[in-house]
């Protein structure tokens, strides 16, 4: 089975192939301009080349938000289109390329079954507690003035990983995890289980820790002493904040979380303690709502980092808890990236009756056409056995009008 992941943004659509047993993509790459009709052909040439013209059998397409009505995978039916369109005031730069994607995979990639995986998913059972927000009800209505997430894909996947070696250790006791994705966003995550308690991120993923070029938290009065002493308009101050904010703010130049840890990035020792205090204080709020840790899981692009975080965290969170040993707190690291992921969820949500007639497909062509890779790599497991139930209308009774 050819598995195509796709990730649109703005003026841009990755896409990763993949093949069992998804863990090695046969082929990556990214086509600059907007994720319509033109990008994905592209890709349908692209992917028509690794694959010697049979094309993909199933679409898994990460989306960054799906708000409070798709809290899981989803496959493509009618009335999709609708319900996502109604959420795209709370990602506005975000869900246009992916309504644009929606609207071409008719004509292009027409007939191969698509599955949308949402980051926001894993945390659709935050507590009010963390993911309320205190302001005027009134003033916020029909605005996503909420803590949600935005790593859930790598957070879900790294929390079941730390679950499934301490079971393994023969503990046998609900994992505290504290997730620690470090992406050029990054996020901190806790979870009970692979039930998420606290993170990092807020309404946006500008909250938090500081990013590559995001500025994390701080305080609202600076938005608005920007404005008035610059005359800035909310474009502007986005931009600033979103673009050359962060790590890029405190060196002066472009640099990413594992760039701060080379000894020839200037300003990279200023920034290796903003970052490291920032991710300690999410790690000790995560450890209190959780009431201990007993796993620190790293995860992303950037997760060779935990080589030197981890221990660091973890010797400065033992010291706040006296009954814990360093010993008791593990250290882990997930390294599946989010594409394969991706992957993996998107064969998961597909409908049995659809699986089979893919699979059926799928062997025609490889007598005809495709050999499938022999990759020795192993497979990934799935880590979303814990199902939440969308709360969108049946596509029954939704069309794409």
Same mark, same amino acid.
């Given at each position: 089975?050819?598995?195509?992941?796709?990730? #649109?943004?703005?003026?841009?659509?990755?896409?990763?192939?993949?093949?069992?047993?998804?863990?090695?993509?046969?082929?990556?790459?990214?086509?600059?301009?907007?994720?319509? !009709?033109?990008?994905?052909?592209?890709?349908?040439?692209?992917?028509?080349? !690794?694959?010697?013209?049979?094309?993909?059998?199933?679409?898994?397409?990460?989306?960054?938000?799906?708000?409070?009505?798709?809290?899981?995978?989803?496959?493509? $039916?009618?009335?999709?289109? *609708?319900?996502?369109?109604?959420?795209?005031?709370?990602?506005?730069?975000?869900?246009?390329?992916?309504?644009?994607?929606?609207?071409?995979?008719?004509?292009?990639?027409?007939?191969?079954?698509?599955?949308?995986?949402?980051?926001?998913?894993?945390?659709?059972?935050?507590?009010?507690? !963390? %993911?309320?927000?205190?302001?005027?009800?009134?003033?916020?209505?029909?605005?996503?003035?909420? $803590?949600?997430?935005?790593?859930?894909?790598?957070?879900?996947?790294?929390?079941?990983?730390?679950?499934?070696?301490?079971?393994?250790?023969?503990?046998?006791?609900?994992? $505290?995890?504290?997730?620690?994705?470090?992406?050029?966003?990054?996020?901190?995550?806790?979870?009970?289980?692979?039930?998420?308690?606290?993170?990092?991120?807020?309404?946006?993923?500008?909250?938090?820790? #500081?990013?590559?070029?995001?500025?994390?938290?701080?305080?609202? *009065?600076?938005?608005?002493?920007?404005?008035?002493? %610059?005359?800035?308009?909310? !474009?502007?101050?986005?931009?600033?904040?979103?673009?050359?904010?962060?790590?890029?703010?405190?060196?002066?130049?472009?640099?990413?979380?594992?760039?701060?840890?080379?000894?020839?990035?200037?300003?990279?020792?200023?920034?290796? *303690?903003?970052?490291?205090?920032?991710?300690?204080?999410?790690?000790?709020?995560?450890?209190?709502?959780?009431?201990?840790?007993?796993?620190?899981?790293?995860?992303? $692009?950037?997760?060779?980092?935990?080589?030197?975080?981890?221990?660091?965290?973890?010797?400065?969170?033992?010291?706040?808890?006296?009954?814990?040993?360093?010993?008791?707190?593990?250290?882990?690291?997930?390294?599946?990236?989010?594409?394969?992921?991706?992957?993996?969820?998107?064969?998961?949500?597909?409908?049995?009756?659809?699986?089979?007639?893919?699979? @059926?497909?799928?062997?025609? *062509?490889? @007598?005809?056409?495709?050999?499938?890779?022999?990759?020795?790599?192993?497979?990934?497991?799935?880590?979303?056995?814990?199902?939440?139930? %969308?709360?969108? #209308?049946?596509?029954?009774?939704?069309?794409?009008?």
């Amino acid at each position: 089975m050819n598995i195509l992941v796709l990730n #649109p943004a703005p003026a841009v659509l990755g896409y990763t192939l993949f093949r069992p047993p998804l863990r090695v993509p046969v082929a990556r790459g990214a086509v600059r301009g907007d994720p319509g !009709e033109a990008a994905l052909l592209a890709v349908r040439t692209a992917v028509s080349a !690794e694959t010697a013209g049979a094309g993909p059998d199933l679409i898994g397409c990460r989306v960054v938000q799906g708000g409070d009505l798709f809290r899981n995978a989803v496959c493509v $039916r009618p009335g999709t289109m *609708r319900a996502i369109e109604g959420l795209v005031s709370s990602a506005p730069l975000h869900l246009p390329p992916l309504l644009a994607l929606l609207r071409a995979r008719a004509a292009v990639f027409a007939g191969v079954p698509m599955v949308l995986v949402f980051e926001t998913s894993f945390f659709a059972d935050l507590p009010f507690r !963390e %993911n309320a927000c205190a302001l005027n009800a009134a003033c916020t209505e029909g605005l996503a003035a909420r $803590r949600r997430g935005f790593h859930g894909i790598l957070h879900e996947a790294a929390c079941a990983h730390a679950a499934a070696r301490r079971r393994a250790r023969g503990l046998q006791s609900a994992c $505290r995890s504290l997730s620690v994705c470090l992406e050029p966003t990054p996020e901190v995550a806790a979870a009970v289980g692979c039930r998420p308690v606290m993170t990092s991120g807020g309404s946006s993923p500008l909250e938090g820790i #500081p990013g590559d070029t995001t500025c994390g938290e701080i305080d609202p *009065r600076i938005v608005i002493e920007l404005a008035r002493a %610059n005359g800035w308009g909310h !474009e502007k101050i986005n931009q600033v904040l979103s673009r050359e904010s962060g790590l890029l703010g405190l060196t002066g130049e472009p640099v990413t979380i594992a760039g701060i840890f080379d000894p020839a990035t200037r300003n990279g020792a200023r920034a290796r *303690r903003v970052l490291a205090y920032r991710l300690l204080l999410a790690c000790g709020a995560g450890a209190a709502a959780m009431g201990g840790v007993d796993a620190i899981v790293f995860s992303g $692009r950037y997760a060779s980092s935990m080589r030197f975080l981890g221990p660091w965290l973890r010797g400065r969170l033992v010291r706040a808890m006296p009954r814990a040993g360093e010993e008791a707190v593990a250290i882990e690291c997930m390294r599946d990236t989010v594409e394969a992921l991706v992957a993996a969820q998107a064969v998961a949500a597909l409908p049995a009756r659809e699986a089979a007639f893919q699979s @059926r497909l799928t062997a025609a *062509r490889v @007598r005809t056409k495709s050999p499938i890779s022999t990759s020795r790599s192993r497979a990934i497991t799935p880590h979303f056995a814990r199902r939440r139930k %969308n709360v969108f #209308p049946p596509p029954s009774s939704l069309s794409d009008s």
